[in-house]
């Protein structure tokens, strides 16, 4: 399976070792990449969503799912089960927008949209946030400890 992660903008160097430290954990389950897009350079912030927008719409795939606050909150188990349907061979690819927000067009593209919490976070934490939850998943669908019940 493959699972690509982009994301808009860098990632933080504080959380930089937490996240190598769960993509290194997914590698047991996954090929998991995280793909870094340009964040928009316009000082207005609808044109820097349209900017961030056509960077996502080039790089993921028909299909992908949106990390946004008004997305669909789903348990840990939820994650398992969504994962446990795509085919051995399948691809995944999420998309966590830009601090300023994602425009109506991705939006709308997003074969589904996930909400990590009705709190909204930076988007630096999201990402590491959403590969400590795939790790999370896999484990369930392994049976391995690290998801205590």
């Known amino acids: ?15 930089a070792a937490y996240e190598a430290e ?8 996954a090929d998991v990449q995280v793909g870094e897009l340009p964040e928009g350079r316009s ?6 969503r349209q900017e961030e927008g056509r960077q996502i719409l080039q790089k993921a795939a028909k ?5 946004d606050e008004r997305g669909k909150l789903l348990a840990s188990h939820d994650w398992a089960g969504r994962l446990q349907q795509l085919p051995g061979d399948g691809c995944l690819d999420l ?11 991705v ?15 930076p988007h630096q934490l999201v990402r590491v946030m959403v590969l400590e ?7 369930i669908l392994k049976g391995h400890p690290y998801h205590r019940e």
Do not use: H
């Open 1 to 15: 399976m493959k699972i690509r992660l982009w994301v808009v903008g860098r990632g933080n160097p504080a959380l």
């Open 22 to 29: 769960f993509r290194k954990r997914l590698g047991a389950f």
């Open 43 to 48: 000082k207005q912030l609808s044109q820097r």
């Open 63 to 67: 299909g992908f799912v949106l990390f």
């Open 95 to 105: 998309v966590i927008g830009g601090a300023g927000g994602i425009s109506d067009e």
């Open 107 to 121: 939006r709308a593209a997003a074969g589904d949209c996930w909400s990590l919490s009705k709190l909204t976070l």
């Open 133 to 139: 939850q795939l790790y999370r998943a896999f484990t």
